[in-house]
């Protein structure tokens, strides 16, 4: 009877963890002064205000992005993606979070293009990332979406003036707090 108590108990928390995992969160941060910034520049969005301080023995490597690496292997990488990237020339790119983190369901963009976001959110988001939770806060020039991880964490960035680029910025290994002073406070 425990057992099955138990078991019940068990799948009761992972149903309502999948129930809970396509709420978006409004989050409002505020500016903070962390001294001298770094300025990382990627495409036409890609901009990021870094603390110097915060980039001490990192490793600053471009590509095709920015990926910054820290002695203790943790980095956030920055990319800019657009809708040819994935084949959908002319989509507004702006929104694409909205699809990958299961916020919209449904819009004007091509079937293929939701269904393709739908089965990527599943393996990049939900499987990969397991966020804890999605934020959604307002950037200088547009809006962040936030899938923040306990290892991992997953934010993109859409200017309100270009639907036809935003930025992907990829995190492995770094706490919450040290994310809102390396990314959060550069793009608010």
Do not use: H
């Amino acid at each position: 009877m425990i057992y099955r108590s138990a078991l019940f108990f068990l799948l009761f928390c992972i149903s309502l963890n999948s129930a809970l995992g396509n709420e978006a969160i409004k989050f409002q941060y505020e500016k903070k002064d962390y001294g001298p910034t770094l300025i990382l520049a990627s495409g036409l969005v890609g901009r990021l205000n870094v603390p110097v301080a915060e980039l001490e023995g990192a490793k600053i490597i471009p590509g095709a992005g920015i990926t910054v690496m820290f002695p203790d292997r943790s980095y956030f990488s920055l990319e800019v993606l657009t809708s040819e990237d994935f084949g959908y020339k002319g989509v507004d790119i702006r929104s694409w979070p909205l699809y990958l983190f299961g916020i919209k369901e449904s819009g004007p963009e091509p079937e293929s293009y939701i269904s393709e976001l739908k089965k990527s959110k599943k393996f990049v988001i939900d499987l990969d990332i397991s966020p804890e939770e999605v934020r959604i806060f307002e950037t200088s020039s547009g809006t962040g979406y936030w899938a923040f991880g306990k290892k991992k964490s997953f934010i993109v960035l859409v200017d309100e003036n270009n639907s036809n680029q935003i930025l992907v910025v990829k995190i492995e290994s770094i706490s919450e707090e040290r994310i809102e002073r390396l990314i959060i406070n550069g793009v608010i």
